[in-house]
């Protein structure tokens, strides 16, 4: 098992396969919650001209379109429960299927497991494609508690959210805005952001192990900022596009 975490490539399987899917190009954020899958999703969209589908915007949508598949996701949702990958499957495809996608995508928040990867390598060769570039953001345990315990909320009555790190209050513990005292929820604590990411980092390596053995894993460490994250991605990706290593 090598979890990627020294790899950073796209290899041939990703290139004929890219080529072979008519420039379609679909690329996967890997990462832990934290890492900034969804930021750097957001700014490759931009740079790369693709959409940026993120599977929790999907089922957000869900609730709202009135199809059968909405209707069908609402039954899970609104019980508590996990939408299941079938459907989950079913929902990316028929996204895929809209004009603009139809040179790409990059998708957020799918596939966080193994059979979740496997599942999208089945419905991108049913469309006659394949992950173009499975993009991982590297970032130390340490560093994603350090990130996902800095959140603290004030005790007025609109709550006005700051961050340690992302937006620190002008002073330490107090709001800026009312004045009121600042305090941490229980699930923001890291000892409890621990023990939530011994649960979410496993299954995540077998994702990244997954496409490292396919050769479409791009490794680029997240601990840097992040304009530079960006440039080591998209650096990654032209190299591959134009047929060249990317370590």
Known sequence: MTR???????????????????????FVMVGSP??????????????LGLPHIASGDLFRAALLDGSALGDEARSYM?????????????????????????????????????????????L?????????????IDVSQEELVRRLS????CQGAEQHVYHEILRPPLE???????????????DDRPETIRTRLELQLPPMYEVVDHYAQG??????????PVEHVTKGLLQAIGRAAAGQPVR
Do not use: N
């Open 4 to 26: 990627g975490r020294s790899e950073s490539g796209l290899g041939p399987a990703a290139r004929s396969g890219a080529s072979a899917s008519a420039g379609c190009r679909v």
């Open 34 to 47: 934290g890492a900034g899958k969804g930021t750097q999703a957001q700014l490759l969209s931009v740079a």
């Open 78 to 122: 609104e019980r508590g429960s996990l939408v299941p990958d079938a459907l989950t499957v079913r929902m990316i495809a028929h996204r895929l299927d809209q004009p603009d996608a139809s040179v790409g995508a990059i998708l957020d928040g799918f596939p966080r497991t193994l059979p979740q990867a496997r599942a999208l390598d089945e």
């Open 124 to 136: 991108l060769a049913q469309l006659g494609s394949c992950v173009s570039g499975a993009l991982y």
């Open 150 to 153: 800095g959140r603290w909320i």
């Open 172 to 186: 330490p513990g107090v709001c800026d805005i009312d004045g009121t005292l600042l305090q941490q929820r229980p």
């Open 215 to 224: 050769g479409v894993l791009v490794t680029v460490p997240g601990e840097q």
